[in-house]
Each structure stands twice: as C-alpha cells, then as structure tokens.
C-alpha cells in the first residue's frame, strides 16, 4: 500500500542553520510528491512538486528512489519558514484517485 | 476570486448536537473534499466528491455526511456531534482529480464538549 512518513512531529532550528524535513514514502512505480505548507493563520498551500525541480523560497527537494524519500531542504533558516509542512504522495493511476498525506512536521525557527 | 471559503471558522458544540460546516469555491473546480487535522494524525480525507451530484468516502467518514448539489458547494453535516469529532476541518478543490494541486480553505476549528 502507498505510504507517506514524516517522523518528526516537531523540528526546531536556529536561524540561520539548514534545514532538513524528512519524508518517505511507500510506493511501487515512478511516484510524484509534492510539499504543502502551512504558515500560522494561513491556509494549506502547495509549496512544490518534484516533477517541477523548482526552488521556492530556498526550499528543494530531491527525489530518492533507492532511498524512498523526498526530503525537504534549506540551506539557511529564517524564522518566517516556521510553519507546518506535509509531504504528500500522488497515488498510481487508477487507484484512489486522492493525494496521500503525511502525519507532517512542525519547523519552528528560532532567532 | 475568492478561492475556497468556508464557515464558520470557528464552532463550539455540545455532544449530540448536530451542524453543517459550509464549503464554496469559485473556480468552478470539478473536485472537492473535507479533511480534518489532529495533532500527530496529520491530514485525513472524510469525503470528497469529483463532481455535482457524485461523493465518495475517504479515510475517516464516520459520522459525517456530504452531499454535492452543485459544483459550488460542499456542505459537510454532523448529525450528531462526538467529542472525538473535535479538530479543524479544511475543504479543498482542485481542477479535475484529487492529485491536482490542492487549493484549501482557511478551516474551520470545531470543539465538541
């Protein structure tokens, strides 16, 4: 069965250290994953997708094949990353039809 | 555009009551579903619906009910509300399928006493 982990409920950083949010999946094929967030008192949004191999606000993420994983990046924290993210799954054809999520991680930046 | 919106954003219920949580979005996206969030649980699919008149349930469906009468809204019912039931609720649209990107509503944070 398709399955996202994030085993970090909380992830605390200082300003200015890199950032690494973890998530692995479960899934057998070529799986696209895709990273929301959500900033306090703002709704959910999309942050990136891996098929788009884009940078938003410093963030990447590499898909792993062999390691099964999707790990959320940044080199160089700032407090206004502090947010709640999910990483998602998006399921093979014909199968549920539904993104998959994460339990997701809480980053909060310290000054 | 207003996106998708919800209401209210903010509910109190004692247990057994019953309410409707509403969902609209104005960018005439085909498919809609309500999630709730709990600490620790992450995001959990209640229903969804891929289009008027056609719903499905999702992870957690238990004690809710939805119903899609038109592309608009999404109305999310409580029959009879269950402390278990407390959490924030979103509603989400995307164009056509449930693995589009997902645009979601501000929430709405329900307490079941």
């Known amino acids: 069965a398709q399955r996202v982990t994030q085993p970090e409920k909380l992830l605390s950083v200082f300003k200015g250290a890199p950032v690494e949010l973890k998530c692995n999946y479960s899934y057998s094929g070529s799986p696209e994953l895709f990273w929301y967030v959500q900033y306090s008192r703002q709704r959910l949004q999309l942050l990136l997708r891996?098929?788009s191999r884009e940078s938003i606000k410093g963030f990447t993420a590499d898909l792993n094949k062999g390691e099964t994983s999707f790990h959320l990046k940044k080199p160089f924290a700032q407090e206004e990353d502090s947010a709640m993210y999910y990483c998602?799954?998006?399921?093979?054809?014909?199968?549920?039809?539904?993104?998959?999520f994460g339990q997701g991680t809480t980053l909060q930046v310290k000054p | 555009n207003a996106g998708v919106t919800q209401t209210p954003k903010f509910q109190v219920l004692k247990t057994g009551q019953s309410m409707t949580l509403q969902c609209a979005q104005d960018m005439n996206h085909e498919y809609m579903s309500w999630y709730r969030q709990d600490p620790g649980m992450g995001l959990r699919l209640i229903h969804y619906s891929v289009g008027a008149g056609i719903t499905d349930q999702g992870e957690v469906p238990n004690g809710y009910n939805v119903s899609r009468s038109t592309t608009e809204d999404f109305p999310l019912r409580l029959l009879s509300a269950a402390p278990s039931q407390t959490s924030v609720y979103f509603c989400?649209?995307?164009?056509?399928?449930?693995?589009?990107?997902?645009?979601f509503g501000p929430g709405t944070r329900l307490t079941v006493l």
């Open positions: 998602a799954l998006k399921p093979p054809p014909g199968n549920t039809g539904k993104l998959i």
């Open positions: 891996h098929i």
């Open positions: 989400a649209s995307s164009y056509s399928s449930g693995t589009d990107t997902q645009y």
